[in-house]
């Protein structure tokens, strides 16, 4: 089983819809990072947290440690948005990365 | 631009063939790290830097050896492709702490 799980798989939405993905991790970790994958292969990083709330722009990251739970929130979602969502924990030295989220948002 | 340059971006090997993936950051980061990336999965860890001068495995090395030339540069060396070595490759680099990651474009490997 994979220590980093993510819902859904894929998600599709029209545009303005208010996009929800969900990261479970089964392990102890040091921080959980959002990262988005870009339809040419790109990474960029998004948030990095390790307890509360993240904001920047139309992107809202939360985590719960007690719970082992993260959500990455997109508001207005825009058709650029579209794209693979990877959440990644820290555990020590190493990074472990859930398979990702592709959503795709039609306009 | 600032970041992680990644070179060759396409690459494709014979099996047996060997080759070096290069990785360069101009950020003066700490910790560099090359990831693989196959259909379906997360990326997986295939070796990291902490600092420059040394060099541990990660999840997946089997096939693989890493050079630290120096602060700024990271190679992954493949000694004998084998198709299942097929893959995407990423560099990435952080400073150690509270920041978060600057990942290269990747490599897009075939070995046939």
């Known amino acids: 089983k994979n220590e980093v799980e993510q819902s859904p798989q894929n998600l599709t939405a029209q545009e303005g819809e208010f996009i929800t993905i969900n990261c479970s991790y089964s392990?102890?970790?040091?921080?959980l990072h959002w990262l988005q994958q870009h339809p040419g292969g790109g990474i960029v990083s998004l948030f990095m947290?390790?307890?509360g709330k993240k904001k920047h722009g139309r992107l809202i990251a939360t985590i719960n440690i007690q719970e082992k739970h993260s959500s990455l929130h997109i508001t207005a979602s825009h058709p650029r948005d579209s794209a693979v969502y990877i959440c990644?924990?820290?555990?020590?030295?190493?990074?472990?990365f859930g398979a990702g989220t592709r959503l795709t948002v039609k306009p | 631009n600032a970041g992680v340059t990644q070179t060759p971006k396409f690459q494709v090997l014979k099996t047996g063939q060997s080759m070096t993936l290069q990785c360069a950051q101009d950020?003066?980061?700490?910790?560099m790290y090359w990831y693989r990336q196959d259909p379906g999965m997360g990326l997986r860890l295939i070796y990291y830097?902490?600092?420059?001068?040394?060099?541990d495995k990660g999840e997946v090395p089997n096939g693989y050896n890493v050079s630290r030339l120096n602060k700024r540069e990271f190679s992954l060396r493949l000694e004998s492709a084998a198709p299942s070595q097929t893959s995407v490759y990423f560099c990435?680099?952080?400073?150690?702490?509270?920041?978060?990651?600057?990942f290269g474009s990747g490599t897009r490997l075939t070995v046939v």
């Open positions: 947290l390790s307890s």
């Open positions: 990644a924990v820290e555990i020590n030295n190493d990074m472990r």
């Open positions: 830097s902490a600092s420059e001068g040394t060099t």
């Open positions: 950020m003066n980061h700490n910790s």
């Open positions: 990435a680099s952080n400073i150690a702490g509270n920041y978060g990651y600057t």
């Open positions: 392990v102890g970790i040091s921080a």
